[in-house]
T-cell receptor, first 108, second 114 residues
Framework: KNEVEQSPQNLTAQEGEFITINCSYS?????LHWLQQHPGGGIVSLFM???GKKKHGRLIATINIQEKHSSLHITASHPRDSAVYIC??????????FGTGTRLQVFP | ETGVTQSPTHLIKTRGQQVTLRCSSQ?????VSWYQQALGQGPQFIFQ???????GRGNFPPRFSGLQFPNYSSELNVNALELDDSALYLC?????????????FGPGTRLLVL
């Protein structure tokens, strides 16, 4: 069993839909990261969380430390949101443990 | 734009050869980590350097080695390449040590071993 699990693995949506991607982890963490990876391979950091909730534009990330669970929400989704979204955790060090990612496709 | 660059962007090698991949971090980023991402998988931690010293290593054999330089650049060297080494290699940097910081990723080097 992976230390970081994401669901769903694949997600398709129509433009405008509200999207939720989930992440569960089984280790102690100092922080959780949501990352976005486009087909070219480069990774962009969207959020880093250690508690509560963060919002940036149409993106919202929440974390429940007791339940070892985090969600990434996208409101009013757009085709340019199509990418792989990866959850990763700092397991007490700088080293990141990654989930396998959720591939999102948003159709016009 | 993360301020982290990697070179080359793509590389083709044959089995048994050696390869050096390079990463240039933002000024002041003393920690650099290298990750291997196989197709369809999440990245896997190779190793990390802090102020030019190795600061942790994942489950990769000794033929994977690294260096970090005072000018915030670093290298990943892989000897005796195997077919399974074909992957996207990512470096990520941040300023401090100890976790809980935003990681700045480079665009990656895609390595194909034939």
């Amino acid at each position: 069993k992976n230390e970081v699990e994401q669901s769903p693995q694949n997600l398709t949506a129509q433009e405008g839909e509200f999207i939720t991607i989930n992440c569960s982890y089984s280790v102690g963490i100092s922080a959780l990261h949501w990352l976005q990876q486009h087909p070219g391979g480069g990774i962009v950091s969207l959020f880093m969380l250690s508690s509560g909730k963060k919002k940036h534009g149409r993106l919202i990330a929440t974390i429940n430390i007791q339940e070892k669970h985090s969600s990434l929400h996208i409101t009013a989704s757009h085709p340019r949101d199509s990418a792989v979204y990866i959850c990763a955790v700092n397991h007490n060090t700088d080293k990141l443990i990654f989930g396998t990612g959720t591939r999102l496709q948003v159709f016009p | 734009e993360t301020g982290v660059t990697q070179s080359p962007t793509h590389l083709i090698k044959t089995r048994g050869q050696q390869v050096t991949l390079r990463c240039s971090s933002q000024s002041g980023h003393n920690t650099v980590s290298w990750y291997q991402q196989a197709l369809g998988q999440g990245p896997q931690f190779i190793f990390q350097y802090y102020r030019e010293e190795e600061n942790g290593r994942g489950n990769f054999p000794p033929r994977f080695s690294g260096l970090q330089f005072p000018n915030y650049s670093s290298e990943l060297n892989v000897n005796a390449l195997e077919l399974d080494d074909s992957a996207l290699y990512l470096c990520a940097s941040n300023a401090q040590r100890g976790g809980g910081e935003t990681q700045y990723f480079g665009p990656g080097t895609r390595l194909l071993v034939l």
